[in-house]
């Protein structure tokens, strides 16, 4: 009887209950990890402080180092001033932005605080996911899975730094000269919570996007789709990609943006391909070794 089968059997003398059970407990402690990593960016606020090294002559002081502390602030809290840094770092001059809506700077403040809380907690929402489904992986499926985790918050970093650096400025100056060619009759100003929450929207949309060829990496690697089934459909990936590029655009840059991110994610799916040619290429090897083993 091989470790499979025990494994198999062990899982199948479990009631469904069970199951349900450990997925509550799995998500609880997800769900308790985003409220408290959501109300520490939500209500408290971060400033450095400098700590001083006393000096012995002439009562002279010498820095020594900047210290980060949190102090309790719903109104300069770390959402707040990570908004204040988007809007000093990602307007244009020349727009403005304005409250449309009372609550504009609360659900602002909210957004920011959902995306921080997220992208904080993903090891531990990582790890949770993997405590669940580890029991019924194969050996070879649970070495992938960790190998996979590192690169995957690395590429949803990388996408969101991507839309941070690029796609937003890009997309707000476009905007800019569309308002400054209507003339001086047309304002160029922006609500506060449909800026920060297409900020937001876009950050989350292409660190997404970016974990394409680590997807089309795991699925050649634990055989479910053959490396040349990719290289073979590039058209397909291609067109794909730019349906997603559509979908994740704002829309209103008359194609600019929708094309920089559908050429983007058309050479993330080729890395992909590539990627999933030398993994399937490692599962060979690995199995000659097991056969010779044999």
């Known amino acids: 009887m091989t470790e499979r089968t025990r494994e198999v059997e062990k899982l199948e003398e479990r009631p469904l209950i069970e199951h349900l059970r450990e997925l509550a407990y799995r998500l609880r402690r997800i769900l308790i990890a985003l409220a408290i990593t959501f109300m520490i960016y939500f209500m408290l606020g971060l400033e450095l402080v400098r700590v001083y090294l006393p000096y012995p002559f002439f009562g002279l002081k010498y820095v020594l180092a900047e210290v980060p502390v949190l102090y309790p ?19 244009p001059k020349g727009v403005k932005l304005i409250i449309i809506n009372l609550f504009d700077p609360l659900f602002a403040s909210f957004y920011i605080s959902l995306y921080l809380a997220i992208f904080t907690t993903i090891p531990i929402i990582v790890r949770e996911i993997w405590a669940f489904v580890a029991p019924g992986l194969y050996e070879h499926e649970k070495k992938l899975f960790k190998s996979i985790i590192f690169p995957a918050f690395l590429l949803f970093a990388l ?3 991507f839309a941070y650096f690029l796609l937003i400025p890009l997309m707000l100056r ?4 569309y308002a400054t060619a209507l003339g001086s009759a047309v304002e160029p100003t922006l609500g506060l919570r449909s800026f920060v929450s297409t900020v ?4 989350i949309a292409t660190g997404l996007s970016f974990e394409l060829p680590l997807i089309m990496g795991g699925l050649t690697g634990v055989g479910v789709v053959k490396s040349i089934t990719w290289l073979k459909n590039w058209r397909w990936g291609v067109l794909v990609s730019f349906i997603i590029a ?13 094309t920089v991110i559908g050429i983007t994610l058309s050479t993330l799916y080729f890395i992909g391909a590539l990627i999933s040619k030398f993994m399937e290429k490692g599962r060979k090897k690995e199995s000659q070794k097991t056969l010779e083993r044999i």
């Open 174 to 177: 476009i905007i800019l000269l």
């Open 73 to 91: 602030s719903l109104f300069d809290s770390i959402s707040v001033q990570l908004t204040q840094l988007f809007i000093y770092n990602e307007l």
């Open 246 to 258: 559509w979908i994740i655009s704002p829309g209103t840059t008359g194609g600019i943006i929708e």
């Open 200 to 203: 937001m929207t876009l950050l």
């Open 159 to 161: 996408g969101s730094a």
